[in-house]
């Protein structure tokens, strides 16, 4: 196909290809569809529509309700819009005072300073990710001259978006609690659009997923701390940590009464009587001090911690005895409390393992030889080699979230991957047009068949 053109022109011909190719694509891509904003609620969403359709400005909406609009002109829509003060929140902030009446009543003048607060307040939970929706309601009461007269101040919080923990609850009850005087978390109550309360002026910690959520929070703290120390000396691929923290959610509260002895002694009271025998009775009651001590135990608090790392790098046990101990500091390890950490190192499973502990004892039962350095025990292991190789093959099925990361690299983007396949593509053509047999001219094959001919006469 190539025959009746020159080098030059296919050469050409393919960059010209190729340009096309790479500019399609990245055409495609700015002309992709991206949400408009993050965190719209159905009314805003409304006014959004309606003033692209005055602007006439391409756009779709998505199933779950965000507003799309095309990638090359997110930026600009977005400028222009602002301008038209449609993505400005509905709700009102402190700028309600810049153009109010300075001969207002004190009336308007609290009622319009409580709905810049209750704005200010939507405007920051509204920032929180995942948080799409919020609206304030505050109930501040009158401050009375006595104390006991006092009412408390309360709030209630309408929320709508997705994935809510009770981490993002407990961060919304903390934020508008510092926000008004004499209000307590527990008296921040809220809802979603839906009627559901999320918690009821209890700690969000006392139900089920609130536990775990904490227990989880502990367990990934120290394992990142573990996490940190054994990146400075292997690679994160020669190793695996599990950690798991019991909690103890009980409240307790605990009282001590203890007496306390005086420098020097404290007559209370003397008396002395005398009967007729002569005989003198002396009664003398003496004085003490006593201490009454109040601990209330907070819920949540860490019961025992047990960690586990299996090491694929091998180590000397003078190496091993080091990190254990090190590790042991760093997470705070509580032998009192009945804390362990084991570290297993896999060097060659025919030879045996390598096991520092700070708990495990070893028996005959399960090791032929043991070498003790305090906390540092060597096993071999009883159990077959084959065994322990099918265990270890089962391993492999962990693998799999490490592939789903490695193919979520930066690297691997479609844009990347496109133009690699495109400059592949192009320098193979290019192989495969230098290397086709071209036609040979009169002198070429005259002087072939010369060479031939004499050849043939050797």
């Known amino acids: 196909m190539f025959n009746n053109l020159k080098k030059e022109h296919v050469i050409i011909a393919f960059s010209i290809a190729f340009i096309a190719i790479v500019g399609f694509y990245f055409w495609q891509s700015t002309n992709s569809w991206v949400a408009l904003t993050d965190n719209a609620d159905e009314i805003e969403s409304a006014k959004i529509i309606k003033s692209l359709e005055e602007l006439k400005v391409e756009h779709k909406v998505s199933p779950d309700g965000t ?33 109010l009446d300075y001969g207002m009543t004190e009336f308007s003048q609290k009622v319009h300073y409580q709905r810049a607060l209750q704005g200010e307040l939507s405007r ?73 309360v999320f918690n009821s002026k209890a700690d969000v910690g006392s139900n089920v997923s609130g536990k775990l959520e904490q227990k989880q929070m502990h367990e990934s703290a120290i394992e990142n701390k573990i996490s940190t120390i054994l990146n400075l000396i292997i690679e994160p691929t020669q190793y695996e940590l599990s950690v798991n923290v019991e909690l103890n959610f009980n409240k307790i509260k605990e009282t001590n009464n203890d007496f306390i002895s005086p420098s020097k002694e404290i007559i209370l009271k003397k008396s002395t009587s005398t ?24 819920t949540g608090e860490i019961k025992r911690i047990s960690a586990g790392i299996i090491l694929t790098k091998s180590m000397s046990d003078a190496a091993i005895q080091k990190l254990n101990q090190v590790i042991l500091d760093a997470i705070g390890i509580n032998k009192e409390r009945g804390d362990s950490l084991t570290v297993v190192v896999f060097d060659k499973l025919e030879d045996g393992l390598a096991i520092g502990t700070t708990q495990n004892t070893v028996t005959k039962d399960n090791a032929d030889k043991v070498v003790t350095s305090s906390d540092l025990q060597v096993i ?43 400059l592949s593509l192009f320098l193979l053509l290019i192989s495969l047009l230098f290397r086709r047999n071209q036609k040979l001219n009169n002198y070429q094959r005259e002087k072939l068949l010369t060479d031939v001919q004499n050849w043939l006469k050797e």
């Open 67 to 99: 507003v799309m609009v095309k990638a090359s002109e997110k930026a600009n829509t977005r400028l222009k819009l602002t301008s038209e003060k449609v993505l400005v929140s509905e709700a009102v902030g402190l700028e309600i005072f810049d153009n």
């Open 380 to 422: 071999k292991p009883s159990l077959p080699v084959k065994v322990l190789k099918e265990d270890v093959s089962k391993v492999a099925i962990n693998e799999q979230p490490k592939i789903n990361s490695l193919l979520e690299h930066p690297y691997l983007k479609k844009e990347y991957l496109v133009i690699a396949l495109g």
């Open 275 to 298: 009967g007729n025998k002569k005989t003198n009775n002396q009664n003398i009651e003496y004085g003490y001090g006593t201490k009454i001590e109040s601990i209330e135990h907070s």
């Open 124 to 196: 920051s939970i509204k920032n929180i990710d995942g948080i799409k929706y919020a609206r304030v309601h505050l109930s501040t009461p009158e401050k009375r001259l006595f104390k006991n007269d006092q009412r408390k101040a309360t709030a209630a919080v309408a929320i709508a978006g997705t994935d809510i923990s009770n981490i993002k609850l407990n961060s919304i009850k903390e934020l508008v609690a510092a926000s008004i005087d004499n209000l307590e978390p527990a008296d921040v109550i809220i809802t979603d659009t839906k009627g559901t």
